[in-house]
């Protein structure tokens, strides 16, 4: 826990600048870097612990290597003692955690000495978004604690805790590390059992607080405002203690997360290395993809090779990759690759995902500490403040979805001071593609507004069947849950989901009432993945992806093998397979429709309008593609034989008329292939101007709709009820379509590529597709939109009006499928996890 300022060169290793030079030398290296930033480092600022601060606590700290603090954990613990809630958002590896521990360890010890306490006479809660940080944070939280003696009791309570251990967690641990998951299926259903613990809770911990966003943002939202709810019923009124390195608006996101008022600390006062931040574009291969269109090596293949050269280099290096089976290719080549130059090195490579079992990333987390791995290829299951200090560099495979989550993937490195390398290699997209080649919308925009909304009827109505299995609701709690909560009481008693009496509503049924759903929006009980041969648990994958992940034939990568799905059992919830190599690696397509429930806003544009409102989406899978590892090649297509799903959600979409069309000089025979060139552009680019990426969201183009008798455009939002990204498209729409038509209009290829119109997730094949047609369809467009302001990535959007009512949980099916499809075009939704 040091805070010193390590030279740039620490521990015998290359520079930032070095090591970013060596990675350029050799044929057309240098001209794949497109961009390069030069953070420069900074000198920390110090300040003195509260009074309030006990002295054993300062004591403790001092052991541990900090003899001051910088000025904002100083601030942030003040408010902490003061009995305010506060969130601290400053830099990666700021030490945020020590500005809420020293507070809670204090508070801890006054709890302890307490007359009549017991030895537990104040509590903490801890919630972090996965197991790993929780982990993480724990063995960091009993290091510093060692010497304040039995008063601090850290525990682990998540669903790897073995069973005989929980029940010692209760009763005995002062500092409680879970998850939003288990808070809500473990600790607040057994609220009983936790009473103890609940009485005396005093403070409660939420780090990573910027990833609690969309419909998962939403359901902990929720949950916070439960638990806020229990305590009471203990007579407890915890004060929150939030931390984030990257969030816009801190205080006003972390007051609608928990639901009470928030100060903020937003002045990094710590001290920081040289980052070297270089923007990577892959080159063109001699391969044409559909259509004939120019393909550029794939940013898999690439952070590959680059994580090769930097292990070769002794450079401690994380690739973070988009995809789980991303991950496990990247660690395989560069495994292949080393062990072409030294027999010693493919070992020191490694793969991290979600889909592990416990003890398998328990092992990983510790040979990355420790420094016997030197490379590992990740998903976003590390982006989070797992204490990984010593890494010199952080590849980015392709961009992560919003600039948040890419400065925090950025500042693994560097953690103990030293300079840090970043490359972020582009994808063939458009959003990569526009960011390469546009530094400003990176290093000069500020990270996105958190975008969440707690009064989501979906999310909303299975949480209020929950806080009433858990105490009887009252009309005194409908405030607590917000403004949609009365209506929903009486649609859920209508349904015979609650019961009201004289004293409140009731929970009716015999079932939990807290697993009607799942918070992170994965649409249930997670698929099993089993070796037939054997009959070996390798891992699970989330019941929203197992259409496209696991439908028969599938290739399914697990730590470096490769198996072949052989069955998908969707009633057991089982997929079985066996070990094998293909050649080719598998991804699903589906056919998607759309249906207008209700236009909430409606704004012309001339003779065009944009709307905002409820739709029922209706997608299929309905075969695969074998591609060519590495290249891409398309060698066949297979049917596959699945149930269409159903998603209500909502979405933002735009109609023209024939007169703008004739305008536009758009011909009858353009118009599928515009309006569809046009729907993919916009979905590459929404990311820049809301909080999520292109997995979260989908689209359809219709030439002539049968609900808006025009030819339209949506774009939805792929979970239940929506998640708030479709509003924000609304909000921002001239600003969106201006640089999806940017976009569209700078890349250099003549009839559409992967890098401007064509989409990955294409269930159409990418046809038809008509770039020229597009640009000037949306030019017409955007000719007639309002006068204003452009609104810029990370700006707030104003509320669009209540979300239309649901039907209540269980009410509709998750909009989890990941491949493409359409009508008339287009592109599924994607209900991915918040992280993994």
């Not at 990270?447 to 009887?472: G, I, K, M, Q, R």
């Not at 309008?609 to 060698?635: A, K, P």
Request: charged residues 20%.
């Amino acid at each position: 826990m040091a805070q010193d300022h390590l030279p740039q060169s620490a521990h015998g290793r290359p520079s930032p600048r070095t090591a970013l030079e060596r990675l350029a030398t050799g044929a057309d290296r240098a001209a794949r870097i497109t961009h390069t930033e030069h953070l420069p480092p900074r000198v920390g600022r110090h300040a003195n612990w509260p009074e309030s601060i006990r002295p054993e606590v300062v004591a403790a700290i001092a052991a541990a290597g900090i003899d001051r603090p910088w000025e904002h954990q100083a601030r942030a613990a003040g408010h902490a003692a003061r009995g305010e809630s506060v969130v601290v958002a400053t830099g990666t590896a700021s030490g945020k955690s020590l500005g809420y521990l020293a507070p809670v360890l204090s508070a801890l010890l006054d709890g302890a000495d307490a007359p009549g306490a017991g030895g537990r006479g104040a509590t903490a809660l801890y919630l972090a978004p996965t197991k790993a940080l929780a982990a993480d944070q724990r063995r960091a939280v009993s290091a510093l604690a060692a010497p304040l003696g039995t008063a601090v009791r850290p525990a682990v309570y998540d669903g790897d805790t073995p069973v005989e251990e929980r029940e010692w967690v209760r009763q005995y641990a002062t500092y409680v590390l879970t998850n939003p998951d288990m808070l809500h299926r473990g600790i607040l259903p057994g609220h009983a059992r936790w009473s103890s613990f609940l009485r005396h809770l005093r403070y409660v911990v939420i780090d990573e607080c910027h990833t609690y966003r969309g419909v998962f943002g939403s359901h902990v939202a929720q949950v916070l405002r439960r638990l806020r709810r229990v305590c009471a019923r203990y007579g407890a009124e915890p004060v929150f203690l939030l931390a984030s390195a990257t969030a816009a608006d801190p205080a006003r996101a972390a007051g609608l997360l928990t639901g009470v008022q928030v100060a903020e600390v937003t002045d990094d006062a710590s001290p920081r290395g040289e980052l070297a931040f270089a923007l990577w574009e892959p080159p063109l291969t001699q391969l044409s993809g559909e259509h004939g269109a120019p393909v550029r090596r794939t940013a898999t293949a690439e952070a590959a090779e680059l994580l090769t050269d930097l292990v070769v280099q002794g450079v401690r290096t994380v690739a973070f990759v988009r995809s789980r089976r991303g991950a496990e290719l990247v660690a395989v080549i560069a495994q292949e690759r080393l062990a072409e130059t030294d027999a010693s090195l493919p070992a020191r490579v490694a793969a991290y995902r979600g889909g592990y079992l416990p003890e398998e990333r328990r092992a990983l987390e510790r040979d990355l500490h420790s420094g016997r791995l030197l490379g590992l290829a990740s998903t976003s299951a590390l982006e989070l403040g797992v204490d990984i200090s010593g890494l010199d560099a952080v590849l980015l495979a392709g961009y992560p979805g919003t600039r948040a989550s890419l400065w925090q993937q950025a500042g693994r490195a560097g953690r103990s001071g030293q300079g840090a390398l970043a490359v972020m290699v582009g994808r063939d997209d458009p959003l990569d593609t526009y960011l390469v080649h546009h530094p400003e919308a990176i290093f000069e925009q500020p990270v996105e507004s958190t975008v969440l909304d707690p009064d989501n009827p979906y999310v909303l109505a299975p949480h209020l069947c929950a806080a009433a299995a858990e105490l009887p609701l009252t009309e005194d709690d409908l405030d607590l849950f917000g403004p949609q909560a009365a209506d929903l009481l009486g649609q859920l008693e209508r349904r015979g989901l609650l019961r009201r009496r004289a004293t409140g509503w009731y929970w009716t049924r015999r079932e939990r009432a807290a697993d009607l759903t799942d918070i992170r929006g994965e649409g249930g009980k997670p698929v099993q993945v089993v070796e037939s041969a054997t009959g070996r648990l390798l891992g699970t994958v989330d019941a929203s992806s197992a259409h496209t992940a696991v439908h028969e034939g599938a290739v399914h990568l697990h730590q470096g093998r490769t198996y072949l799905v052989e069955q998908l059992d969707l009633d057991e919830n089982v997929a079985l397979v066996t070990r094998t190599d293909p050649p080719y690696s598998t991804m699903a397509r589906d056919t998607t429709a759309i249906r207008v429930l209700s236009a909430d806003v409606e704004e012309p544009w001339g003779e065009a309008r944009i709307h905002f409102g409820s739709v029922e989406v209706t997608h299929q899978v309905v075969s695969y593609l074998r591609r060519r590892l590495l290249t891409g090649e398309v060698l066949g297509e297979t049917k596959l034989d699945l149930p269409p799903r159903t998603l209500r959600t909502r979405a933002v979409w735009w109609t023209v008329t024939d007169a703008q069309l004739d305008a536009a000089g758009i011909h009858p025979e353009e118009l599928p292939g515009a309006l569809h060139a046009a729907e993919h552009a916009s979905i590459g680019l929404l990311p820049l101007f809301a909080t999520c990426d292109r997995w979260d969201i989908g689209g359809v183009s219709v030439p002539l709709h049968a609900d808006t008798g025009l030819p339209t455009v949506f774009v939805y939002d792929g979970h239940p009820g929506g998640a708030g990204f479709s509003e924000r498209a609304f909000h921002t729409a001239r600003a969106w379509l201006t640089a999806t038509r940017e976009a569209i209009a700078a890349c250099e290829c003549d009839f559409g590529c992967p890098s401007c119109v064509q989409s990955p997730k294409c269930g159409n094949g990418n046809d038809p597709l008509d770039k020229a047609a597009a640009v000037r369809l949306l030019t017409c467009l955007l000719s007639a939109a309002p006068d204003g302001p452009d609104a810029q990535p990370g700006d707030a959007p104003e509320p669009a009006g209540d979300a239309e009512g649901a039907a209540g949980p269980g009410g509709s099916q998750d909009g989890a499928a990941r491949p493409p499809g359409g009508t008339g075009g287009g592109e599924p939704g994607g209900g991915r996890r918040g992280v993994e």
